[in-house]
């Protein structure tokens, strides 16, 4: 299967068509890299991409593809056509940064670096969408899938990927997707193949609250509190399939002197695998609620109990793509041909929403180098080789998948 | 001895000027209940207390007293004078609240109940002084000493009693109060002739941080933070001499999904006894270096351990006044003859400082009842007649020793 996978990434490269669009890559990088520097310095903290989203739109709109709109969740999604009833393969980068409305985000530039927030995490990538579409356009690429491009909101923290869920679970191509590739950050050499899911919970402890000394005896929701954490420490989990907990930020309480009427914490939990996942959550909400009957045995309810409100602030689903489908094989040979070390990785990006649906799906690079992602050091490297030579690369891997005709 | 405080609360009861200081009181309660509300309509967290003070100030202003200022610390001072070459006698309620800046102060009504954040601990007791000044003036009271007013700062969790310690150790009346009374919470029948000890702790935890899910094995100080507190909320404490301790505000921590480099705790360890006191202590010291040996032992501590930084933030001394000092024994038969069933009890108050400097020192209630002080749903119940008695109670105690001329 290797060997087939290897063999079409050969034959796509010695296309005409991959060699005019590589050459088309190579002409106009100046122009992906103003592209870049445009798109960064609007901002697009979640739940705020709509000005990014239409200046996307409007530099999409070159390219002929059809139904070229802003969707109901605020995605940019726009078709391809391929040479007719093929499947559909969806090609995606990310709208949204992590950075807050009023973060300085003009771009600074050292030799073939940039500097600022958001600009390789994930703007580069939308950069690199446009660049992929003047390519095929300019060598009259024609696919047997139609592709469908889309710059979406929501994949950062509290965007909690609101805008693949639309896409997969609600919007107009929901159950017409056979196969996608999320772009995002540079690093061409990690191909994403497994999805970190995660459940995020904000736990709220209540309780009657009182004087320290005078109402000495009534229950503490801090004493709840601190035994569910200490409780989740000595949880077990696999080395792997990976599984994480972390008791990440806390708070609460009025004064030394009383005893808090409500503290809370902020809690991320972790998987690579679902099935862990969902026993990391189950053991979790089960401590908690064993801590709370524990304190509300250990001391006097009399003023009222100890008690939990538990709001799931994050809910990501864990996945896999299995390395050897197609769509993998097909991404570490067109990445390994152009001169890459490819290995797989687990992270957390738009594919976790498609691979937990059971559709193949993985995240490449947008090429380049970069780093400091979710700083405001945030810095990629365009130098013009290893930049094409990821980008081709990427773009070797869409054709392959897309079935160059 | 103690016949001899009955016959001189009896003499004071009988005297025109109590009765037409009593008939004052009853004839201005509505404005008192207005007083109270208006005071505890302003806020005044420990340290915050200015515009309260002056407030305070600006409504003690009706009533003659020499002197009537702010000091260097924040006290309101004034002094009533008495006849002449008398002893100088102290007369104090506080001013701060425990509840922080923002907290909402509306007072809710229902019927002869006050429900607000501060109210009976110690906002009412203001207004009642200004009610006890006013009945003086009525009644034209004459004392053999001089009565010194003051409305202090500093007496919840961290204000750790400064505007007592400024008043008896560096202001302008130090070494010249020959006794004090505090007036602190609705309660009447419980006269407070032993000061609790408390030594209070902000502990932080501190660790070296990293990502929850890529440096997940990492020791974290919130979990060594849960254990210690735990541990702490499975000490045994004697419930007599009464030993409190209490876990009572809590932050830290930078994203959900950090393992955080910082996390404290506020502590509040007490006694009636200094050397229970001094086991609760070092039981909690030793608990916390167990945690942090035993985080660091749970957890790799390859990117640095867990490690503490331990501030005490608050040491009051203990005290006591002997129950048989004639200040005891006037206010025991001034209540007593008010028609409640006073009894001795040992608190953390403003009297904490006389009594530890070995000056006569008790606190009294400002009548009425009350309840869940330091909770958001502290109420008080301002019904006339028990009000009234209580408030007339505490008023024949000072009036008693300070010696109606």
Redesign the interface.
């Known amino acids: 299967m290797t060997a087939r996978a290897e063999s079409i990434i050969r034959e796509v490269m010695a296309s005409a068509a991959y060699r005019t669009a590589h050459a088309t890559l190579a002409a106009e990088h100046d122009r992906t890299v103003d592209d870049i520097v445009a798109l960064t310095q609007i901002a697009a903290p979640s739940f705020q991409e709509a000005t990014r989203a239409r200046a996307f739109l409007s530099m999409a709109a070159a390219h002929g593809l059809r139904d070229l709109t802003i969707d109901a969740e605020g995605n940019v999604t726009g078709v391809r056509p391929g040479v007719g009833n093929g499947p559909l393969i969806c090609v995606a980068a990310h709208l949204d940064t992590v950075f807050p409305a009023g973060t300085e985000l003009t771009v600074r530039r050292e030799g073939t670096r940039l500097f600022a927030p958001g600009i390789g995490d994930d703007t580069r990538s939308l950069a690199v969408l446009l660049a992929w579409l003047r390519a095929m356009d300019a060598a009259r690429v024609r696919t047997r899938a139609d592709l469908l491009f889309v710059a979406d909101v929501g994949e950062e ?1 509290p965007g909690d990927l609101r805008g693949m869920r639309y896409l997969f679970q609600k919007g107009p191509y929901k159950d017409r997707i056979s196969a996608f590739i999320t772009v995002d950050s540079p690093d061409i050499s990690h191909i994403a193949t497994g999805g ?1 899911g ?1 459940k ?1 919970y904000r736990v709220t402890f209540n309780g ?9 005896g009534l229950v ?1 929701p ?2 709840a ?6 409780r ?3 949880v077990s989990v696999p080395a792997s399939p ?1 599984t ?18 409500s ?1 809370w ?4 939990l ?1 998987s690579e695998a679902p099935a862990e996942l969902a026993r990391l959550e189950a053991s979790f909400l089960d401590l908690i609620a064993k801590s709370v009957v524990a ?1 509300n045995a ?1 001391r006097s309810t009399r ?1 009222g109990p100890v008690t939990t409100d538990i709001a799931k ?2 809910d990501r689903p864990a996945g896999r793509t299995d390395e050897s489908h197609e769509l993998v094989r097909l991404a570490h040979a067109a990445i390994s041909a152009h001169g890459f070390q490819p290995s797989f990785e687990t992270s ?1 990006t738009d594919a976790n929403i498609p691979m937990s649906l059971g559709i193949p799906a993985i995240k490449v690079g947008s090429g380049g180098t970069g780093g400091r992602a979710h700083s405001l050091e945030e810095w990629i490297d365009v130098a013009p080789e290893p930049s094409i030579r990821g980008m081709a690369a990427g773009l070797a891997t869409v054709l392959a998948v897309a079935g160059l005709v």
Chains 1, 2 share one sequence.
């Open positions: 923290g970190v995660s995020r009657p609250g009182g004087h320290s000394y005078g109402a000495f503490n801090m004493f509190m601190a035994d569910a954490i200490a989740l420490g000595r990976k994480t907990y972390s008791a990440s930020v806390t708070g609460g309480g009025t004064s030394i002197n009383s005893i808090p009427n503290v914490t902020d809690f991320d972790r304190e250990a003023s602030t994050g957390s």
